[in-house]
């Protein structure tokens, strides 16, 4: 099944997504995660959110699930590199679209050399952004990409997840970061319950 560029179906967009996520994307079997947590399963973003294919669809689906919620951004991005697929993704969405929508990559810790930044791309100060994720476990890549956007003068409005993995990570941004957390699926529509 393929989706065409500029497909008003975003339902049907979704549905792939999810069908690309599962096959591509789920690793069962024990894992230690980023958080130090362990779990029976992995879902590997990657492999869906670089593939030619997904990718296309994680912009309309994540886009689509932003503009549904009301959320009026002018950039996304997030700590580098699980999130630096999805912004792009949604930064080429939004392009085709006839949007500007910028992209923004967080890095962990701040740079010691040339301009000593640690978030790149166009500048964020002032803007409205939004802090994207592949998967969260804990929120912690979330929280420190939203610490560091707003000490370079970003309002951050919302965070957005492709998979919430209902570990608490939801709940633990809203309640740290004050804004709101919103996720594509959950794992009960991947077959991980």
Known sequence: ??????????????????????????????????????????????RVS???EASR?????????????GIEFEAAGGLT????????AIMRTAGDQGRAIDTFVVRKAQKSY????QVE??????????????????????????????RAGANVVAVAIIVDRATGAKERIEENAGVPCLYAYGKGELGLD
């Open 121 to 150: 791309g166009p500048s964020v100060e002032g803007r409205n952004v939004v802090v994207v994720e592949d998967t969260s476990t804990t929120g912690g890549s979330a929280l420190t990409a939203v610490e560091a956007l707003q």
């Open 50 to 52: 670089l593939h030619h």
């Open 114 to 117: 040339g301009m000593g930044r």
């Open 57 to 69: 669809l994680i912009g309309q689906v994540m886009l689509g699930m932003l503009d549904d919620a």
């Open 81 to 88: 590199m699980g999130a630096d697929p999805v912004g792009h």
């Open 1 to 46: 099944m393929s989706i065409e560029l500029n497909t008003p179906d975003l339902s049907a967009a979704r549905e792939r997504l999810r069908e690309l996520i599962v096959d591509l994307a789920v690793v069962r079997g024990k894992v230690t995660l980023a958080s130090g947590i362990e779990a029976d399963y992995y879902v590997d973003l990657r």
